[in-house]
């Protein structure tokens, strides 16, 4: 069953995952997901929290938990442009989007599907049921608007805020938003809150070699910038391969690490994030901050 997301956050939606993975995110735990590579840019893996110091506002912290590679579940959300705009590559995006969920998802994790137009519709809710999945995204139709910024700002909101373990979002659009009820803003603050990973992956069209092109990038890039993930331009088919096998690769070896902040005033403001790695050839992709909880 379908449903509709709206941007006022009246909708219940009735999650599906399994009661193991209802665990509620401790506010007072910073949660920070990370990637390391070398000088070459190819990814690092089999580190231990030894080999990394984490500093908040240039203060140094404790890490109390580390892990790595697969060690804890994914929750991957698809979040698919249905817009007029990107017709022209729609197909493939289905199929390699397909493609990716197959190579992705292991044992103990979970993906959902949404798409946007000039509305936010989950297709499917959080489940490991490829054949599921897979009729979820080719049941995907064009239309008309498009709604980015709530289709984020929603996906951070309701399906993953609440969700432990680690969690990306993979959004599949041109960037350009003409018909969302909430701000850029507001669903950069929703993306920093639910501690997910954005991958984005343009499709506009054109926009190479100095030449214009439909969309906007730079929205894109402010939310994988944020959250430590990547923006990637594709140009068909074999790029879109391509792309999804680096953010497979990416999940497969990623760090993440916990600490309790020293400064425990619940303020709400933000605090900046910085991962040093002991060698100094390798460099950290992560979240760039988090908003401080408020409140008692």
Known sequence: ??????????????????????????????????????????????????????????????????????????????????????????????????????????????????????????????????????????????????????????????????????KALILISDGQDTVSKVRLNDAVVAAYNSEAVIYSISNRIGGFFNLPGTGNPETLKQFSSATGGTVFFVGGRSDLTRVFERISQELRTQYSLAYTSTNTTRDGKYRRIRIVPRNPTHRVKSRSGYYAPTGD
Request: charged content about 25%; proline content about 1%.
């Open 1 to 166: 069953m379908k449903h509709l997301l709206t941007a006022t956050l009246l909708l219940l939606i009735a999650p599906a995952w399994n009661e193991s993975r209802q665990l509620r995110v401790n506010v007072d735990l910073v949660n920070v997901l990370f990637n390391v590579t070398d000088q070459n840019g190819r990814l690092v893996s089999g580190l231990t929290r030894d080999d990394f110091t984490v500093h908040e506002d240039e203060k140094k912290q404790e890490i109390h938990r580390f892990s790595h590679d697969n060690e804890l579940p994914l929750t991957v959300g698809l979040l698919i442009d249905a817009s007029a705009s990107v017709n022209t590559v729609f197909a493939d995006e289905k199929e390699t989007a397909i493609q990716f969920l197959e190579a992705t998802l292991q044992s103990g994790d979970l993906a959902f599907v949404i798409g946007f137009d000039n509305s936010v519709t989950l297709l499917e809710d959080f489940s490991d049921d490829l054949r599921r999945l897979r009729s979820a995204i080719r049941s995907l139709t064009i239309g008309q608007g498009t709604a980015v910024y709530d289709a984020v700002y929603l996906a951070c909101k309701e399906m993953l805020e609440q969700e432990a373990g680690r």
